[in-house]
């Protein structure tokens, strides 16, 4: 999902930055915060390793 989608899905469409700022704080491993990636279909960030981390487990999933 992207950050929108899930905002959506919490209730709020117009909340993306909100979930942004959730997912930056999330340090709980059982909270799959890496599968949230951008409206352009980029990785983004990832506060458990970077962009090149998040995009090594997506592949691993075989998410992308």
Known sequence: MTYKEVAA???NPHAAQAVG???RANFDS???CH???K???S???YNRGG???KEDIL???GAI
Do not use: N
């Open 9 to 11: 899905t919490a209730g």
């Open 21 to 23: 700022a959730v997912m």
């Open 30 to 32: 059982d909270i799959p």
């Open 35 to 37: 599968r949230v990636i």
């Open 39 to 41: 409206s352009d279909g």
């Open 43 to 45: 990785v983004g960030s």
């Open 51 to 53: 962009a090149k981390r």
């Open 59 to 61: 592949k691993a999933e």
